[in-house]
């Protein structure tokens, strides 16, 4: 099964600040990558699909970059609503779709 | 609105069993495959199981394996999840979720999500 690495496992940001979310795939994924956002207590919602395709809805300041075993979620200028936890997931060729374990981004 | 609600999640014993239930609406149901994803207490997300849009194809994790069925009614726009043999370790939030595929070079990703049901395993 392929094993996907997010890191940092948490972050601590200020408003305002750009952020960078890293996920390693254990094999070559292609651009088989999806972002997600949670917030405590509610479902995940769907950021970025493709790697780098925002999803409709989804503020600017949120994109997505890479190919193949590397890729990265950023946040440009990080706002109140942004503090979350994200999760990274892929979804090459069959099941299983695997998820990273997360990055919680948390208030400076 | 495209929406999936989740319902049956509660109380049971080790051992015990469990049908979870996803009413999908606002989409048609029968031309997408579906997951079921859960969440335990304080921990990440885990896929749990997928089934094609016709039922012809279903995949599980390795720790639902046997225990765990998942099956779809498209004249109901429902999906399900039996689940048998339950242990303490399957305690967790459990979402549905709508997979859509895109493209000539397909992509796929979830979407939207269920609000989740908690399925807790205790004696």
């Known amino acids: 099964d392929i094993q996907l690495t997010q890191s940092p496992s948490f972050l601590s940001a200020s408003v305002g600040d750009r952020v960078t979310i890293t996920c390693r795939a254990s094999?070559?994924?292609?651009?088989?990558l999806a972002w997600y956002q949670q917030k405590p207590g509610k479902a995940p919602k769907l950021l970025i699909y493709a790697a780098s395709t925002l999803q409709s809805g989804v503020p600017s300041r949120f994109s997505g970059s890479g190919s193949g075993t590397e890729f990265t979620l950023t946040i440009s200028s990080l706002q109140p609503e942004d503090f979350a936890t994200y999760y990274c997931q892929q979804l090459n060729s069959y099941p299983p779709w695997t998820f990273g374990q997360g990055t919680k981004v948390e208030i400076k | 609105e495209v929406q999936l609600v989740e319902s049956g999640g509660g109380l049971v014993q080790p051992g015990g069993s469990l049908r979870l239930s996803c009413a999908a609406s606002g989409f048609t149901f029968s031309s997408y495959s579906m997951n079921w994803v859960r969440q335990a207490p304080g921990k990440g997300l885990e896929w749990v199981s997928y089934?094609?849009?016709?039922?012809?194809?279903?995949y599980y994790a390795d720790s639902v394996k046997g225990r765990f069925t998942i099956s779809r009614d498209n004249a109901k726009n429902s999906l399900y999840l039996q689940m048998n043999s339950l242990r303490a370790e399957d305690t967790a939030v459990y979402y549905c979720?709508?997979?859509?595929?895109?493209?000539?070079?397909?992509?796929?990703?979830?979407?939207?999500w269920g609000q989740g049901t908690l399925v807790t395993v205790s004696s």
């Open positions: 094999q070559g994924i292609s651009s088989y």
């Open positions: 089934i094609s849009s016709s039922s012809s194809t279903i």
């Open positions: 979720a709508r997979e859509v595929r895109r493209g000539i070079v397909v992509r796929k990703w979830f979407d939207p």
